[in-house]
Structure formats: C-alpha cells, structure tokens
C-alpha cells in the first residue's frame, strides 16, 4: 500500500506562483506513474498533469499548458507541482495519485493522497 501525503496549498494571489509536494511512503513510488487532479467546489475531480515513472514523459490538461510543471524527485519519493499565472479558477482541492499507468483518468489510478486546498483569490 502506497500512502500519498500532498503540501503546500494556500492562498495565492491571481498571477501568483505554487508549488505543492507529494510524497509517497513506500519504495514501489519510483516505479508508479504519478498524476494531479483536482476538484472544485460542485465539480467533478479533473486531471492536472501526469508523469511517468521515470519522469521522461508528461502530460498535461490543456487547461494548465504552459503554466504548470510536473517532475518528480525518484530519490526523495516526491513529486512536484510547480504552478505559475495562477487563474481564480484554479482554486480547487488538488490530489496526487499514483498508479501503474502513465494516464489522465483518475480511475487508472490506485493510489490517493488526501488532498490539499489551493485558493486564487485577491
């Protein structure tokens, strides 16, 4: 069983910059792919970002291109999720996952971290 812990949300300010954690506590961590999501407030949970094992491949929502990065740091058991030019509707709960497919639907993958709040708001 892989346990997920996500840090650093908060509030930013619109344009502001993010970034959140999340670390994994068991070895098999660098042979999973790892993804984002996240879920706003009467939605649905949405796919961020993915990345694969190894952190060669990596894919994103449109909705993020170009203004959030995913890595990971496979010695650490950590993955990353380096968000800029943040929008107001960006604000939503973000979860990590983790799984054996490098994919963007949320039910490829077995393992979840708890969650952890991001608000864009002046």
């Known amino acids: 069983q892989v346990q997920l812990v996500e840090l650093g949300g908060g509030l930013v300010q619109p344009g502001g910059s993010q970034r959140l954690s999340c670390t994994g506590s068991?070895?098999?961590?660098?042979?999973?792919?790892m993804g984002w999501f996240r879920q706003a407030p009467g939605k649905g949970r949405e796919f961020v970002a993915a990345?694969?094992?190894?952190?060669?491949?990596?894919h994103y929502a449109d909705s993020v291109k170009g203004r959030f990065t995913i890595s990971r740091d496979n010695t650490k058991n950590t993955m990353y999720l380096q968000m800029s030019s943040l929008k107001p509707e960006d604000t939503a709960v973000y979860y990590c996952?983790?799984?054996?497919?490098?994919?963007?639907?949320?039910?490829?993958?077995?393992?979840w971290g708890q969650g952890t709040q991001v608000t864009v708001s002046s």
């Open positions: 996952s983790a799984g054996t497919m490098f994919a963007e639907k949320a039910t490829d993958y077995e393992y």
């Open positions: 068991q070895r098999p961590f660098n042979r999973l792919a």
């Open positions: 990345v694969s094992w190894s952190g060669a491949r990596t």
